[in-house]
C-alpha cells in the first residue's frame, strides 16, 4: 500500500512536469479563416513571422461557423486576434463587445471602395477590413436569351415565351421562395427599403410597408400569379434548372459561376434591368477581417492587416482565388477587364449594404414566412408585410434577437 | 501459485501507471484551469482526482470501483449539462450579453472617445539593464517634449541636459540610464507599450500605430463605491439593471451588456408573450399528433412487414431484410435532405414523375398545411418502420410456436391466431420501445427541420409553421435569425420540453413494470 502510494506519487510529479512544460507558449497572433483564404493567407503569414519573430497560428474554420464560435469563444479568452467574416455581423459582434476598431490611415482608407467601410461602420468606427464584396445579378443563358433585357417589362415577355411547366422549362428563376436576401431586389426597387439608412441603420424605422416595397413585392406577386415562378425553389433547385439548361435567367450571385461554366452553359452576367424606370436594388455583403477585442496584441493583429493583407498582391489572390468582386481599388481595375466581374460590380454598384446592425437578426424568420406565403398566393404583400413588421417590431422592442 | 503471484504485480504495476497518469493530467489541468482563473473546475478536478485515488488504493472502497467510472460519466455527462442549463435558463445569456460583469465594466471603460483635434505624438523607446521602459513623445502640434514617468506624464526642455544625443543625428539616444531600443526591440515589447497609456489629468495616450500615441479620453468611469456606471463627457449616470447599464435620466442603454441572472424572467416570458403563447397551444397538439402518428405509422408497417418475413414458405427472406433495412442504414441527414427535393412542387420526382404521368394531379406538398403534415410522416416513415421491423422480427421468433398449434387444433381463424396470441405477447417486449420511440419523435428535430422546415408558414403576426413542433419551434424562436442567440431563452424552453419528456419517460417505466407483471402471469 505505502509502497504503491510512492510510486504514484512519483510518477504524478513527472509527468505534471511534462505535461506543464509542454503547456501552450503565450505570444503568438491567431487567425480564423475559411479553408480559401487559408491557402492565400499561409505564406504571408510565414513572412510576418519572418518579420515580427512572433508565431502566426491560422486556424481552418467553416465559414458557417466563424461567427458563433467566436461568439463563445472571445469572452473567455481562447478566441483568435483576427478573424474572417461578413459585414452584417459587426452589429452583433460589436454589441456584444468583442471587437476592436481598425486603425487605418486616411491613405489606407482611400485604397477602399466608401462603400465597404461604410459596411463595417458601427457606431461611427470602422470595426473590418474589406476583402470582397459581392451582389446578386441577373445571370441569363445566351442560347435561351438572344437579347440582355432593357427592361422589367422585356424580362418578363421572355420569361413567358421561356415558361413551360410541363417540360420543367422556366424563364426567370431565383432561390427566392422565402428568401429575403434574393427577394431585396423586388423590395428595394421602388424605393422600399428594411431598415432606414441615414448615415446608419435605424433600427426604430422599418419600410416594409412602404408604398415602394408593397409595389415591387406586387411585380413580385404577378410573377408568381402568372406562373411565371416555380413554387418551393431553393438554392440547389434553381441551381439545377439553370445549369441543365431549363432556366432562361437565373437572379443569383457570384458563388454561382463557377458551377455555371463547369456545366458548360454559356452565360451573360448584367444588373438587374430597371422596373418602369427604376432600379432593383440588391443587397450588398462584403467580407472582411475584424480585430477581436480579446486580441493579446491588437496594434500587431492591426499591423498584420494594414500591412500584409492590404497589399495589391494579397487583395488580387484574395479576389483571383476568392472569386469575389474585389473592393480595393488598385485590384478593381483589373477586375474590370473581366466581363463577369464586371457585371457583379455594376450591380453591386446600385446596391445597398446589407443592414450591419444586430436587429437585422430579428427580420429573417418573419421575412421569410411572409414572403413564403405572399409566393403562395395565401397572402397579398401588404397584409403579409404588416404582420412582418407587427413580428420584427415586437421583436425589437423586447430585444429578442 | 507463481501465476496468482505474477498476475498481482502486473495488476499493482497498471494500477500504479493508470494513477499516476491520471494524477499527472489532473494536476496539469488544474493548474491550467486556476490560471484561466475557472476556479470551480480546478476544485471539482482535484476533488475527482482524490475520489478516484481513495477509491483504487484503499482496500476497504474495493466494490466502489466498478461503480466509480460510470458514477463519474453519469456526473459530467448527464447531470452537469442539465444542472448547467438550468442555470442558463436563470440568466440573459446572449446577444449583447456575452460578456461577464467585470468584461463589460473593462470593456467600457476602454472605449475612448477622441477630443475635437486630437494630438497625434511620435515617440521613441528606451530601455534599462533592467528592462525597464521610458518613452519620450513629442506632440505633433507645439512640438513639445514629454517623459514618462511611470504612467505619468511630464513635460521636459528641449535642452534638458538628461536627453543625450550621441552620433549627433537628431534623435535622443540615452537618457540617463537608459539607451534607446531598436524598432525590432519596440516590437517585442507591443503589448507593454499598448496598455501603458501614459496619462495627464484625464487624458490618456494610447498607441495608435507602430510609430504614434494619440490623444484619447476615456468616455466612462465606473464607480465601485456605488456601482454605477458614468459618462464623463454628459455627466449621466447609468445604473446596472439585469445585465444592462440604464441611464437614470434617459432610456439611453450601454453596450455591451453583462450575463446576469433574471431569475424566472425566461419563463415567465414563454407563459406571457403573445408572440410564443399565440401558436403555443397549435405547435404543442401537432407535436403530440406527429409523434403519436409517427410511432403508428412505422409500427404498423414494420409489423406488417416482419409478419410476411416471418412466414416459413417465403424464399429469398435474407434479401427482402437486406433491401428492407437499407433506409435504416442511409444517413438519415442524406434522406430527409434528398427527399425534401422529391416532394418539390414543381421539380420533384414524386410529382413530376409519379402524381402528374399517373393520376394527372400537382399537390402542393409544403405549401398546403395539412399535404405538409403528411409529407413529414411519410419520410419518418421510411426512415422509421425498418427499426419496427427489426425489433419485430426479434420478438416473433421468442413467441413458442405451440401456442399456434394448439390454437390450430382448436379451429383459431389466422386473424384470430394474431389477435389472440401474437399481438399481445409481441407488445409485451415492443410495448416500452414504443414509448422510447414516442418520446424520441416528440423531439424528431432532424426531421422537420430538414424536410419541412416547419413550413408552410401560418398567416398572420407568428412564426410557427404549419410542421413546427415544439422543439423546431424552440429553435426558431431562440435561434430564429441568422446568429440571433438567446441562449436563456433556448434553456428555459428546453427545461419544459425536459420535463414533458421527463414525464413520457416515467410513464414508460411505470408502464413497462406493469407489462413485465402481466408477462410473468401469462
Excluded at chain 1, 507558449?25 to 519573430?53: C, H, M, N
Excluded at chain 2, 461503480?67 to 449539462?81: E, K, R, S, T
Aim: glycine share 8%.
Amino acid at each position: 500500500m505505502k509502497k504503491s502510494l510512492i510510486i504514484v506519487l512519483s510518477l504524478t510529479l513527472v509527468l505534471g512536469t511534462v505535461f506543464a512544460a509542454s503547456a501552450k507558449q503565450a505570444g503568438v497572433l491567431e487567425i480564423w479563416t475559411d479553408k480559401v483564404r487559408y491557402e492565400i493567407l499561409k505564406p504571408i503569414a510565414s513572412d510576418f513571422e519572418d518579420d515580427y519573430s512572433v508565431e502566426v497560428e491560422l486556424s481552418q474554420i467553416n465559414y458557417d461557423d466563424i461567427r458563433s464560435k467566436f461568439n463563445k469563444a472571445a469572452p473567455s479568452e481562447e478566441g483568435p486576434d483576427l478573424l474572417i467574416g461578413a459585414h452584417d455581423w459587426t452589429g452583433e459582434l460589436a454589441q456584444n463587445g468583442l471587437l476592436e476598431p481598425i486603425t487605418m490611415s486616411e491613405d489606407l482608407k482611400g485604397q477602399f471602395t466608401e462603400v465597404s467601410l461604410d459596411a463595417f461602420t458601427y457606431n461611427g468606427e470602422i470595426y473590418g477590413l474589406p476583402y470582397s464584396m459581392e451582389a446578386i445579378a441577373l445571370i441569363y443563358n445566351k442560347d435561351l436569351v438572344e437579347k440582355e433585357p432593357e427592361t422589367w417589362a422585356e424580362l418578363m415577355t421572355i420569361s413567358k415565351n421561356l415558361t413551360n411547366p410541363e417540360k420543367k422549362q422556366y424563364g426567370f428563376v431565383f432561390p427566392g421562395t422565402g428568401d429575403p436576401y434574393h427577394t431585396y431586389p423586388f423590395l428595394s426597387a421602388y424605393g422600399g427599403y428594411i431598415f432606414q439608412y441615414d448615415g446608419g441603420f435605424d433600427p426604430n424605422q422599418l419600410g416594409l410597408t412602404t408604398e415602394g416595397a408593397l409595389k415591387g413585392l406586387r411585380k413580385l406577386d404577378t410573377m408568381y400569379e402568372e406562373g411565371l415562378i416555380p413554387q418551393g425553389i431553393d438554392y440547389s433547385t434553381s441551381q439545377g434548372l439553370f445549369t441543365e439548361g431549363d432556366a432562361g435567367m437565373w437572379m443569383t450571385g457570384p458563388w454561382a459561376i463557377s458551377g455555371i461554366k463547369e456545366a458548360g452553359i454559356d452565360f451573360g452576367v448584367m444588373k438587374m434591368p430597371p422596373m418602369d424606370g427604376n432600379q432593383p436594388k440588391p443587397f450588398v455583403g462584403v467580407n472582411g477581417f475584424y480585430l477581436s477585442a480579446y486580441a493579446e496584441d491588437t496594434v500587431l493583429a492591426n499591423e498584420f492587416l494594414t500591412n500584409y493583407v492590404a497589399t495589391e498582391e494579397v487583395m488580387a489572390k484574395l479576389y483571383e482565388e476568392g472569386n469575389r468582386p474585389p473592393v480595393y481599388k488598385p485590384v478593381r481595375q483589373k477586375a474590370k477587364d473581366d466581363p463577369t466581374t464586371a457585371a457583379f460590380l455594376k450591380s453591386a454598384s446600385v446596391g445597398m449594404p446589407m443592414p450591419n446592425i444586430p436587429e437585422m437578426n430579428a427580420t429573417w424568420g418573419a421575412l421569410t414566412d411572409k414572403l413564403q406565403l405572399i409566393s403562395q398566393q395565401k397572402q397579398e404583400p401588404k397584409a403579409a408585410m404588416e404582420s412582418a413588421e407587427e413580428i420584427i417590431t415586437q421583436a425589437i422592442e423586447k430585444g429578442e434577437y | 501459485m507463481r501465476n496468482i503471484f505474477q498476475s498481482r504485480v502486473s495488476g499493482t504495476l497498471l494500477k500504479t501507471v493508470f494513477l499516476g497518469a491520471l494524477d499527472g493530467i489532473a494536476i496539469w489541468a488544474s493548474v491550467q484551469l486556476f490560471l484561466q482563473s475557472e476556479v470551480g473546475f480546478a476544485v471539482a478536478l482535484l476533488i475527482g482526482a482524490a475520489v478516484i485515488n481513495y477509491v483504487f488504493l484503499s482496500q476497504k472502497t474495493y466494490p466502489v470501483r466498478y461503480m466509480v467510472p460510470g458514477l463519474i460519466f453519469l456526473f459530467a455527462f448527464v447531470v452537469y449539462p442539465i444542472g448547467y442549463t438550468f442555470y442558463l435558463s436563470t440568466t440573459n445569456y446572449g446577444t449583447g450579453h456575452i460578456l461577464n460583469k467585470s468584461q463589460a465594466i473593462e470593456s467600457l471603460e476602454t472605449q475612448y472617445y477622441q477630443p475635437e483635434n486630437p494630438t497625434s505624438y511620435t515617440f521613441n523607446a528606451y530601455e534599462n539593464d533592467q528592462g525597464k521602459m521610458k518613452l519620450l513623445l513629442k506632440s505633433g502640434t507645439d512640438e513639445n517634449l514629454y517623459l514618462t514617468e511611470g504612467k505619468k506624464l511630464k513635460e521636459v526642455n528641449q535642452g534638458s541636459d538628461r536627453l543625450v544625443d550621441t552620433d549627433g543625428d537628431g534623435t535622443i539616444d540615452r537618457i540617463g540610464e537608459y539607451s534607446i531600443m531598436t524598432r525590432t526591440e519596440v516590437i517585442r515589447s507591443l503589448q507593454t507599450l499598448q496598455e501603458w497609456r501614459p496619462k495627464s489629468g484625464k487624458v490618456s495616450l494610447q498607441m495608435s500605430d507602430l510609430n504614434h500615441f494619440q490623444e484619447q479620453i476615456a468616455q466612462y468611469e465606473y464607480i465601485e463605491s456605488r456601482e454605477v456606471m458614468k459618462d464623463r463627457r454628459t455627466g449621466e449616470i447609468f445604473k446596472p439593471v439585469e445585465g444592462t447599464f440604464v441611464s437614470t435620466t434617459s432610456n439611453k442603454k450601454l453596450q455591451p451588456g453583462f450575463k446576469a441572472s433574471v431569475g424566472l424572467e425566461n419563463f415567465i416570458r414563454i407563459f406571457t408573450d403573445p408572440l410564443i403563447t399565440g401558436p403555443f397551444f397549435r405547435v404543442f397538439t401537432w407535436t403530440f399528433i406527429w409523434a403519436f402518428m409517427s410511432v403508428l405509422t412505422t409500427f404498423a408497417l414494420g409489423l406488417g412487414i416482419a409478419l410476411l418475413l416471418n412466414d416459413d414458405q417465403l424464399s429469398l427472406k435474407p434479401l427482402y431484410k437486406g433491401l428492407l433495412i437499407l433506409p435504416y442504414a442511409i444517413p438519415a441527414f442524406i434522406s430527409a435532405l434528398i427527399w425534401r427535393g422529391f416532394f418539390n412542387t414543381n421539380v420533384g420526382i414524386i410529382n413530376t414523375k409519379i402524381l402528374q404521368p399517373l393520376f394527372g394531379i400537382a399537390p402542393a406538398w409544403f405549401q398546403d398545411p395539412i399535404l405538409a403534415k403528411v409529407a413529414v410522416l411519410l419520410v419518418n416513415l421510411w426512415l422509421g418502420f425498418p427499426y419496427m421491423m427489426i425489433v419485430c422480427l426479434g420478438a416473433l421468433q421468442s413467441i413458442q410456436p405451440e401456442l399456434y398449434e394448439v390454437a390450430k387444433v382448436d379451429g383459431a381463424s389466422p386473424f384470430q391466431q394474431f389477435r389472440k396470441i401474437t399481438f399481445p405477447l409481441l407488445m409485451v417486449s415492443v410495448a416500452p420501445l414504443l414509448i422510447g420511440s414516442f418520446a424520441f419523435n416528440f423531439n424528431n428535430f432532424n426531421i422537420i427541420f430538414l424536410v419541412s422546415r416547419g413550413e408552410p408558414p401560418i398567416v398572420g403576426a407568428t412564426t410557427a409553421g404549419s410542421t413546427d413542433i415544439l422543439i423546431s419551434y424552440t429553435y426558431k424562436l431562440a435561434f430564429g435569425g441568422q446568429g440571433a442567440t438567446q441562449y436563456g431563452l433556448a434553456a428555459a424552453i428546453s427545461i419544459i420540453i425536459f420535463l414533458i419528456v421527463g414525464t413520457i419517460s416515467a410513464v414508460n417505466f411505470h408502464y413497462t413494470g406493469a407489462l413485465e407483471e402481466m408477462s410473468e402471469n401469462v
